[in-house]
């Protein structure tokens, strides 16, 4: 199994900046792609960033622009750096590994969450 701890989140005002840290354990020797998915109350869990292992990334058209996504190899750890942050960025974000073994089916797991908050 692959265990995903998040970190970096918190309160900011509109037209700062975070950076979001999610740390791999475990099993990471097969992990196929690793993102970041965000809900914001009263709306569906939604993709905001993901990077394969062959260092290919995809937005969400709301974030092109604003947001990078990068790992670190070495440390086993995907960041998110969050610029030009708006209110409707507000949600809970949450770190995701896609595991993708030899010979079975591709699974997901999911960090614990880590808040963010924009707002004046």
């Known amino acids: 199994q692959v265990q995903l701890v998040e970190s970096g989140g918190g309160l900011v005002e509109p037209g700062g900046s975070l950076r979001l840290s999610c740390a791999a354990s475990?099993?990471?020797?097969?992990?196929?792609?690793m993102g970041w998915y965000r809900q914001a109350p009263g709306k569906q869990r939604e993709s905001v960033a993901v990077?394969?292992?062959?260092?290919?990334?995809n937005y969400a058209d709301s974030v092109k622009g604003r947001f990078t996504i990068s790992r670190d190899n070495a440390k086993n750890t995907v960041y998110l750096q969050m610029d030009s942050l708006k209110p409707e960025d507000t949600a809970v974000y949450y770190c995701n590994a896609r595991i993708k073994p030899i010979g079975v089916p591709a699974s997901d797991y999911w960090g614990q969450g880590t808040q963010v908050t924009v707002s004046s």
């Open positions: 990077i394969t292992r062959g260092g290919n990334t």
């Open positions: 475990g099993s990471i020797f097969n992990i196929y792609a």
